[in-house]
């Protein structure tokens, strides 16, 4: 009988260590952070398209970005076609005079815009892009902030891209987050500025 009570102790004095062990393991390695950390631009993608599903829960994470008086000024288009992903890339390699897909054969491209009569557009849209490109991560896909979306909504053919879509109003193009599986493995990060973080104690 004194067995058994010291080998129940022993066990629970085992498992309480354990869930000490879990509680600091939390601590250090907060996953959240830890995805904030661990994303990179990925330029080079496999020819699969995502599951539906991943990408719903991406352009969800986007949605739920702050924005300026939570005035929601952006707007995300979510192209899977792949006659219209590769109109975008034509138009966003014409912006710079090449002819290379700027979107390195992601099958996926988030189109973010936002309403310029909101003053805080610019910035709500950024932290969109921001939550879209951390979410891909969180859900296993890669993906890379591509610039130009601006001159190219403010073409004639990027304007009658809008029309097309239903979209009416005064959207300035922000930013196309490209998304896929990952080909490869993600580049290493540039080691972080020494003076990035100034502390004022
Ligand atoms: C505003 C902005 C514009 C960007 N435009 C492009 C682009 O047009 N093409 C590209 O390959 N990467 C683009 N990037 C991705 C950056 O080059 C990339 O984030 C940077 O090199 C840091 O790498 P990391 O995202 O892996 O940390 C852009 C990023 C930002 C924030």
């Known amino acids: 009988m004194k067995h058994g009570i010291l080998i129940i102790a022993l066990v629970a004095g085992m498992m309480a260590s354990c869930g000490n ?8 390695e907060n996953v959240a952070l ?19 599903k991943l990408i719903e829960q991406v ?7 702050p924005t300026g008086m939570g005035r929601q000024s952006p707007i ?19 912006v710079m005079g090449g ?8 099958p996926v491209v988030l189109v973010v815009l936002a309403d310029r009569e909101v003053p805080t557009y610019l910035y709500d849209g950024a932290l969109v892009m921001g939550n879209l ?6 859900v296993g896909l890669g993906s890379c902030w591509i610039h130009r979306a601006k001159e190219v909504f403010d073409s004639e053919e990027g304007k009658a ?36 973080v100034r502390f004022v104690k």
């Open 34 to 52: 830890e995805n904030l950390k661990t994303r990179r631009a990925i330029r080079a993608y496999q020819d699969k398209m995502p599951d539906m």
């Open 133 to 138: 490109l951390n979410a891909a991560h969180a």
């Open 76 to 94: 995300i288009v979510a192209v899977t076609d792949k006659a219209t992903r590769d109109r975008l890339s034509q138009l966003n390699a014409a």
């Open 21 to 28: 062990a879990q509680k600091e393991n939390v601590m250090n």
């Open 161 to 196: 891209l809008l029309k097309e879509w239903g979209i009416e109003g005064n959207y300035e193009g922000i930013g196309n987050c490209i998304l896929g599986y990952p080909a490869g493995d993600a580049p290493a990060p540039k080691p972080r500025k020494a003076d990035y």
């Open 59 to 65: 352009t969800e994470a986007g949605t739920y970005a």
């Open 99 to 106: 002819e290379n897909d700027p979107f390195y054969g992601a």
